[in-house]
């Protein structure tokens, strides 16, 4: 099993920045894909951003188009505990929903229902 405990969330106001972090425990070999969906309310759930680890010096990273170039994923994987941080610049109001860490074996998916675990959610709100 592998356990999610994400951190980070609180308010902000328009244009700040905020950094989420998920650190996960357990069966850590496999969390090769940690990333983040975020859930508004009234709205489904969607996709904001995956990263798989690669053999190679850089890792593969994915985006929502709604957050390329303002979000950024980095990770850091320690012997026995993995965590992935996301950082928020210029957040928008939109931005505002519960953001969720997840992970799974294989490589990043947008959906959902495809990642094996995930994390108690953290609320982000943005204030114009």
Do not use: H, I
């Amino acid at each position: 099993q592998v356990q999610l405990v994400e951190s980070g969330g609180g308010s902000v106001q328009a244009g700040g920045s905020l950094r989420l972090s998920c650190a996960a425990s357990g069966r850590t070999f496999t969390t090769n894909t940690m990333g983040w969906f975020r859930q508004a309310p009234g709205k489904e759930r969607e996709f904001v951003a995956a990263t798989t680890r690669s053999s190679g010096t850089t890792n593969y990273e994915e985006y929502a188009e709604s957050v390329k170039g303002r979000f950024t994923l980095s990770r850091d994987d320690a012997k026995n505990t993995n965590t992935v941080y996301l950082q928020m610049n210029s957040v928008k109001p939109e931005d505002t929903a519960v953001y969720y860490c997840v992970a799974r074996a294989g490589s990043s998916s947008p959906y959902f229902e495809e990642y094996n675990f995930w994390g108690q959610g953290t609320q982000v709100t943005v204030s114009s």
